[in-house]
């Protein structure tokens, strides 16, 4: 059993920065992936980054490529998600997740693994 807590989230202005975090407890192994997700209000969850826990490159969505950037502090077990320069179209509940098996957590297709229960990010104008 995985459990997540995001936290950082909050009401900015166009151009702000914020940074979330992601404390994960349980067993967290080496072959786990984790990333970050959104959801807009209407819309669909979407990918947003992921990276191994144990390392190697990061992913990105088209839309925050340059922008945002996914980090882990293996020894607090924590993820973060730095996001700079953010947009209008950037609002939406942000979720962190850990792949515990199944297709790459970025793939688009099937994966198991546990949810954090959100943190809203508005930014606004």
């Known amino acids: 059993q995985v459990k997540l807590v995001e936290s950082g989230g909050g009401s900015v202005q166009a151009g702000d920065s914020l940074r979330l975090s992601c404390a994960a407890s349980?067993?967290?192994?080496?072959?786990?992936?984790m990333g970050w997700f959104r959801q807009a209000p209407g819309k669909e969850r979407e990918f947003v980054a992921t990276?191994?826990?144990?390392?190697?490159?990061?992913n990105y969505a088209d839309p925050v490529k340059g922008r945002f950037t996914i980090s882990r502090d293996d020894a607090e077990n924590t993820l973060y998600l730095q996001m700079n320069s953010l947009k209008l179209e950037d609002t939406a509940v942000y979720y962190c997740?850990?792949?515990?098996?199944?297709?790459?957590?970025?793939?688009?297709?099937?994966?198991?693994?546990?949810w954090g229960q959100g943190t809203q990010v508005t930014v606004s104008s």
């Open positions: 990276i191994a826990w144990s390392g190697g490159s990061p």
């Open positions: 349980g067993r967290i192994f080496s072959s786990y992936g």
């Open positions: 997740a850990v792949r515990t098996s199944g297709y790459p957590i970025d793939s688009g297709r099937p994966w198991n693994g546990f």
